[in-house]
T-cell receptor, first 114, second 115 residues
Framework: AQSVTQLDSHVSVSEGTPVLLRCNYS??????LFWYVQHPNKGLQLLLK??????LVKGINGFEAEFKKSETSFHLTKPSAHMSDAAEYFC????????????FGTGTKLQVIP | GAVVSQHPSRVICKSGTSVKIECRSL??????MFWYRQFPKQSLMLMAT?????????EQGVEKDKFLINHASLTLSTLTVTSAHPEDSSFYIC???????????FGSGTRLTVV
């Protein structure tokens, strides 16, 4: 069984300040973890993924996430928010290996204030 | 990188009619295709999983006779919403996996509105 919890449904930051979107997972195995971004009325774009390699994962657009097994967390961060980062972000967990079902978190809406 | 093309992006149909949504993997062979729906301000919920050449596996509560899924080739999967009703209005999105593509690649989604 697997589940993922996104602790904040909304996060608001000022442009140029750091972003932290929190994600905790539950899994009976060593999972694969992903972060996706969804802009309004658009599909999902993969930001980054963790698949049991380096625990600090760098993604696109300056985002990164750190896998912490002891805390069962995979928080998404960015040093400096840009207006274009305003979107919905989803944390996703999957069993390791290919062709496994994924479970989506409930999403965090990021607002960036000019 | 891997690309999944999904069409149409938006469709409005009358109640009682059927709508077909297509997902094509453009540069990889999607041996597995997942179909999700997303209600407003909610997360994505898996509807069904299809493997090329075999019947789809539906999640609990999803009517297989209403949401027909076909995955006849390694590059094409379709979802047909039959006898659509207003409560079927939603955002439908597919994702494909295959070959060395272990990160799920999503289509751009289809906004279905049933009037």
């Amino acid at each position: 069984a697997q589940s993922v919890t996104q602790l904040d449904s909304h996060v608001s930051v000022s442009e140029g300040t750091p972003v932290l979107l929190r994600c905790n997972y539950s899994s009976s195995y060593s999972p694969s973890l992903f972060w996706y971004v969804q802009h309004p009325n658009k599909g999902l774009q993969l930001l980054l993924k963790y698949t049991s390699a380096a625990t600090l994962v760098k993604g696109i657009n300056g985002f990164e996430a750190e896998f912490k097994k002891s805390e069962t967390s995979f928080h998404l961060t960015k040093p400096s928010a840009h207006m274009s980062d305003a979107a919905e972000y989803f944390c996703v967990v999957s069993a390791p290996g290919g062709y496994q079902k994924v479970t989506f978190g409930t999403g965090t809406k990021l607002q960036v204030i000019p | 990188g891997a690309v999944v093309s999904q069409h149409p992006s938006r469709v409005i149909c009358k109640s009682g009619t059927s709508v077909k949504i297509e997902c094509r993997s453009l540069d990889f062979q999607a041996t597995t295709m997942f179909w999700y729906r997303q209600f407003p301000k909610q997360s994505l919920m898996l509807m069904a999983t299809s493997n090329e050449g075999s019947k789809a596996t539906y999640e609990q509560g999803v009517e297989k006779d209403k949401f027909l899924i076909n995955h006849a080739s390694l590059t094409l999967s379709t979802l047909t919403v039959t006898s659509a009703h207003p409560e079927d209005s939603s955002f439908y999105i597919c994702s494909g996996r295959g070959g060395n593509n272990y990160g799920y690649t999503f289509g751009s989604g289809t906004r279905l509105t049933v009037v």
